[in-house]
């Protein structure tokens, strides 16, 4: 509607809303619902004999309306003289007794203590524009002392953050109790409601002032309050309602499949997320069966995190294998406790029937999807802060294959998994004897909790780092005229420490520097992940670009590989790994300058912004003549392999015969190391470099 204010200072003016009153002429303006609407919830708090005081009555009809039900001590109060003579008229016959004035909200005639409740729709959302906060304070305090104790101040309003957060801090300040009550819309014509739902804001005056706050959320007008400690969990649920209602809207009517439309629920006592919903539609003109209408697919927990559940293009697959017309992929939090499948989803079905697609049938059946049947296993072992990089978790998950795996995650981008390594139980590593002696019956909880797991060094969980590993096949490592030859490796980013302590476990002749920017990484490392600095593999604290500066600029000192694998904290940019910084042209060259004459260079790039990557690989190949690229299947990671020598004339869709050969040689030296046969490294040389391509 165009007469409707388009900005925050129109909202708070007299002059506004004198227009807007002689524009709308006799036609009364039902901001947020009529009475039919709110009546509930009104006769709930506000009695028939209260003396009541109607704050920014406007010409709605709903002072009228309670006047006709036996409210007959209303006091209707407005800012817009048009709108005050307009309703007096309107009323001066049928309805002697309902009287309106022309007031400032912010500062009214009537004595202390004289109302017995105060009514406002809308009246307070005009005022409290960010600029204007100051305007609906002053009202909200005149409120307060017209109000007698025991009285209510009950407002409508949509509840926008900046506007409920004022009003509620202010009266949780006086010592007031609280209570927010989201109407459920009952309309389901676009044109007939709001896109946020309406909330009721009921303040109750105490003659004392509650030394605790008392903070409750109410579902529609009847609904058990929720009672919250803080005002920001009472926020979090008006956020997560009305981030609802929007989804709900939307979902009316048909999404596509690549809208990547998502909710977050939290628990309705602690506020903290509790599950993630992601609705993916199947695309126009897909076959679908006409049953198959509306599923629900539950992400074991521990999976979250991988391609098929967080990526776009994963749930995408995942929906058309499902083959439902409409499919709600729903994650697990952590530190939330599900008890079985069967809880979960009596939790979730009143919530995710609101989502199903237009047109389902009402009897229509809805399934619950789930991979192997349970809601699978997590259990956080610790927990810390770094300086650096925020809050962060250690946990162990048993994953789809039945494995254990542990995970280094910063909850600032939990759905990344920063660093993972797969997990043994101590004694199948020291013992077979005493392994096949065990009982099988320890469930993956079971195993977890005791203290005999260990890291398993010879398993590399990224698949990056397999073809980083794969890679060095190009410096000869395992020929037999390399048989002495030392290799240097100088790597940048630790993580948990999985790749490093690989290629010192199992490569021959291999000496490795890491340098590591966040110590509380390095102790992460070495607590939770089995990393185990020692002579031919140290750990230099520091910022990457300057040891490289260092290093270079000391002299003499020469590496055979040097490797990037650190991510970038900057979210804005289309490129998470590495920092923009690290593919600078004159970084690149000291990187080159710091290469024995055979030297690689090995560089993690993941990169979504396709002419970022267009720039990064520009800056590259003016350093590197030879440039070699192994994308890696189902994620955004390529590693680029850059050498110092000319491009070979070869297929770049085959591996040449040399590096077939090399491959071959590193894989049997990594067979050949002195490890435990069941610790062996489970990898694949030439299968991992036989999609190598040219740049």
């Not at 409601?193 to 009847?222: H, N, Y």
Request: glycine share 6%.
């Amino acid at each position: 509607m165009s007469l409707l204010p388009r900005t925050a200072e129109e909202f708070s003016s007299a002059e506004y809303w004198e227009k807007f009153f002689k524009k709308r002429g006799e036609r009364a303006f039902e901001w947020y619902g009529d009475y039919n609407k709110l009546c509930g919830v009104l006769h709930k708090y506000i009695k028939v004999q209260d003396k009541v005081l109607v704050v920014g009555c406007g010409n709605s009809e709903l002072s009228e309306q309670l006047y006709d039900v036996g409210y007959k001590h209303l006091t209707n109060i407005d800012i817009s003289e048009t709108v005050v003579n307009h309703m007096n008229q309107r009323n001066a016959e049928r309805r002697p007794g309902l009287t309106f004035y022309q007031v400032d909200a912010t500062k009214t005639p009537y004595e202390d203590a004289s109302y017995q409740a105060a009514l406002d729709k809308g009246t307070l959302d005009a005022m409290a524009s960010e600029e204007e906060g100051a305007l609906a304070r002053n009202m909200l305090t005149e409120v307060g002392r017209v109000l007698s104790v025991g009285g209510r101040y009950v407002c409508v309003t949509l509840a926008q953050e900046s506007v409920i957060k004022l009003a509620v801090e202010h009266f949780v300040q006086l010592g007031w109790a609280v209570r927010l009550h989201c109407l459920q819309e009952e309309s389901k014509r676009e044109e007939d409601s709001f896109a946020l739902p309406v909330f009721v804001l009921v303040c109750t005056k105490f003659r004392q002032p509650m030394p605790t706050p008392i903070l409750e959320m109410c579902l529609g007008e009847d609904g058990a309050p929720v009672r919250h400690t803080q005002v920001s969990q009472l926020l979090s649920a008006v956020r997560e309602h009305q981030a609802y209602s929007v989804l709900r809207k939307r979902l009316r009517t048909n999404t596509d499949a690549s809208s990547n439309l998502s909710l977050t629920l939290c628990h309705a006592k602690t506020g903290l997320p509790r599950y993630t919903l992601t609705i993916q539609d199947c695309p126009p003109g897909a076959k679908v069966p006409r049953v198959n209408q509306f599923a629900i697919f539950i992400v074991p927990q521990g999976s979250e995190t991988a391609w098929l559940y967080s990526s776009s293009e994963g749930r995408r697959q995942l929906a058309a294998s499902a083959n439902f017309r409409r499919l709600v992929i729903v994650s697990m939090h952590r530190n939330q406790e599900y008890t079985d499948m069967q809880a979960v989803q009596s939790e979730l079905s009143p919530v995710v029937m609101d989502l199903a697609p237009p047109g389902m049938p009402a009897n229509q059946q809805v399934p619950f999807l789930s991979v192997g049947g349970d809601l699978g296993w997590r259990e956080e072992v610790n927990r810390g802060v770094s300086q650096l990089s925020g809050e962060y978790c250690v946990e162990n998950v048993k994953g789809e294959d039945g494995e254990l795996y542990r995970r280094l995650v910063f909850l600032s981008n939990a759905a990344l998994v920063q660093s993972e390594s797969r997990l043994v139980l101590l004694n199948m590593v020291t013992s077979q004897k005493k392994r096949n002696k065990r009982k099988a019956k320890a469930s993956a909880a079971q195993a977890a909790s005791s203290t005999t797991l260990s890291v398993d060094s010879g398993f590399l969980c990224c698949a990056h780092h397999e073809v980083m590993v794969a890679c060095l096949a190009m410096l000869g490592v395992g020929m037999p005229q390399n048989k002495d030859l030392p290799v240097s490796v100088l790597l940048v980013g630790l993580g948990g420490g999985g790749l490093p302590q690989f290629l010192r476990d199992f490569m021959p002749n291999m000496t490795i520097e890491v340098v590591e920017l966040d110590p509380v990484v390095l102790e992460v490392a070495k607590q939770w992940f089995g990393f185990q600095p020692d002579d031919h593999l140290t750990v230099t604290l520091g910022d990457g670009l300057e040891r490289i500066c260092a290093l270079e600029k000391e002299g003499g000192h020469l590496f055979d590989a040097i490797m990037f694998d650190v991510d970038n904290k900057d979210r804005t940019l289309g490129m998470s790994c590495p920092p923009a910084a690290f593919v600078e042209t004159p970084i690149l060259q000291k990187v080159r300058n710091l290469l024995t004459p055979r030297g690689l260079f090995i560089l993690n790039l993941a990169c979504r912004d396709l002419a970022l990557r267009k720039s990064v690989l520009e800056r590259v190949s003016g350093v590197f003549p030879t440039i070699l690229s192994r994308k890696i299947e189902e994620e955004i990671n390529e590693v680029l392999l850059c050498t110092c020598g000319e491009k070979e004339a070869s297929d770049a869709d085959h591996i040449s015969p040399s590096l077939s050969q090399a491959a071959k040689n590193l894989q049997s030296a990594l067979y050949s190391s002195r490890t435990e046969p069941n610790r062996r490294p489970n990898i694949d040389i030439a299968e991992l470099l036989k999609d190598l391509k040219v740049v």
